[in-house]
């Protein structure tokens, strides 16, 4: 899941990553998480001790699995499962801390000298919690952690006491979790990061039930996805995470900081390769006879329509990595109608076109485009089987769009196109080539800056090939 070793692993890779255990709600960035968290310090320092960690982890869900859900309450619960996770992990605890009249369950110590300190602040004192990392709360292992419940009175709804208890700490981070869920939630919410849904989780029970031998079977041990899995897991949850070692920025604040310069950086990356793909949608348009456009006359119509094409691709590309499509939800739609499974093949055989491994695209097929008209007209309208609602903007409405409902992009041009937005190299960092850009992990606002990038483009039809250079000021 984190190395990076050739195009068709790192996209499988990247797929692969919402599927795992391992849960990124809004908090850091996808990319950040594969590909740049193996190449920091911590990833190689602490794997013996990570590993030890999860073979004791192991060992105590062997004893514990078929108890977790029997002890009913919380405090059975934290007894036999979660405080010894959290001592796993290296945490230095305090049960039953005191913040503002109520008790957080723990308050968690990167080590023991700053334990002692809070202890001889004294539980009630306000300088206590300025030796904590991070404050924990626990819920019984049959409580949702986003749902509200009952506790006599009064309702309580898990994210908002855990907020609470971060914003009255002062701890820039809280733990939440219910044995089976681990979460890790900010207390800083960074722009249009969603209350109560920015978080990074972890289903361990998931993790360590793959890494148990079933019964008969030969005990391999965890695969090297599962490790590099935990390794994340281990290296943001525990005091490893949240310590400064050499001068470095604790890890945790490291995470958020790259995801968010990745977030801006591959937006100005993401502009040159949209600009290139409308360049691509109007030459391809252009230049396919049977449309029968007038190069000389027909730029204009072929620009303002390009826009709109090039918008649906956004427009489905932002909504299918945000979850408001339902990609990798609905099984019908990913396997057979979504526009991601075309970005991640079309990358591959490029990259293959490009080693002389395969032949391009037939000149003449157009199974691209009609593939694509297919899934305008499916969010146009909606369809239940594929769990689509429809889209009532007009924005894919095929009859209204005359000029793209006549025209045809071959597979040539519409596969290159679609490889420019679902591509970028990774900013500062071409040599490490192209990554799967996660629209997730892009800003609404980036998205229209995009866009009103290419209104400012004029197109000029050349008779002969030319090269643009452009200038290091103009992308500013």
Not at 409 to 437: E, I, N
Not at 452 to 474: C, F, N, Q, T
Request: charged share 30%.
């Amino acid at each position: 899941m984190m190395h990076r070793t050739d195009v068709t692993t790192s996209d499988e890779r990247q797929l692969s990553l919402p599927l795992t255990p391992l849960r990124n709600r809004d908090f850091l960035s996808n990319h950040w998480l594969e590909h740049r968290l193996p190449l920091e310090p911590e990833w190689q320092e602490e794997q013996a001790n990570a590993e030890s960690a999860l073979k004791r982890l192991v060992s105590l869900w062997q004893v514990e699995r078929e108890r977790v859900s029997l002890y009913g309450d919380e405090a059975g619960l934290e007894e036999k499962f979660i405080q010894p996770v959290f001592e796993i992990l290296g945490w230095k605890l305090k049960y039953q801390a005191y913040l503002d009249r109520r008790e957080p369950d723990y308050a968690l110590f990167v080590n023991d000298n700053s334990l002692d300190g809070a202890l001889q602040a004294g539980r009630k004192s306000p300088d206590f919690w300025s030796h904590a990392s991070v404050v924990a709360d626990a819920k019984a292992w049959h409580i949702s952690l986003d749902r509200p419940m009952r506790v006599g009175s009064k309702r309580e709804y898990p994210p908002e006491q855990i907020e609470w208890y971060i914003n009255r700490s002062l701890c820039d981070y809280g733990i939440l979790t219910n044995g089976r869920l681990w979460r890790l939630v900010p207390r800083v919410l960074g722009p249009s990061k969603p209350r109560f849904q920015t978080y990074l989780e972890l289903d361990l029970p998931a993790l360590l039930e793959g890494i148990l031998p079933s019964e008969g079977a030969l005990d391999l041990g965890p695969t090297t996805e599962q490790l590099e899995t935990f390794f994340c897991f281990y290296l943001l949850f525990s005091p490893v995470g949240f310590v400064s070692v050499d001068d470095r920025k604790p890890l945790v604040t490291r995470a958020v900081e790259g995801s968010s310069e990745y977030s801006l950086g591959v937006g100005e990356e993401l502009k040159d390769r949209v600009f290139e793909a409308l360049r691509l949608c109007i030459d391809g348009f252009v230049k396919h006879e049977k449309n029968g456009l007038d190069p000389e006359t027909g730029l204009n119509e072929c620009q303002e329509h390009s826009f709109i094409f090039l918008y649906r691709l956004l427009f489905i590309l932002y909504a299918e990595d945000r979850g408001l499509l339902p990609y990798r939800i609905n099984q019908t739609y990913t396997k057979n109608r979504s526009l991601a499974r075309h970005r991640d093949e079309v990358a591959v055989r490029l990259d293959q076109f490009s080693a002389k491994l395969r032949p391009d695209y037939d000149a003449d097929s157009t199974a691209l485009w009609d593939d694509l008209n297919d899934l305008f007209d499916l969010i146009d309208r909606g369809h239940r089987r594929y769990g689509v609602q429809a889209y009532n903007g007009g924005l894919f409405d095929l009859e209204a769009e005359s000029f793209l409902s006549r025209m045809v992009l071959p597979d040539p041009y519409l596969a290159r196109v679609l490889d420019q937005l679902g591509r970028a190299p990774q900013p500062g960092r071409p040599d490490l080539g192209l990554f799967r850009v996660d629209y997730r992990d892009l800003a609404i606002q980036q998205l229209g800056s995009v866009y009103e990038g290419l209104l400012e483009l004029i197109p000029k039809y050349a008779e002969k090939d030319v090269r643009v250079y452009r200038s290091s000021s103009s992308k500013n």
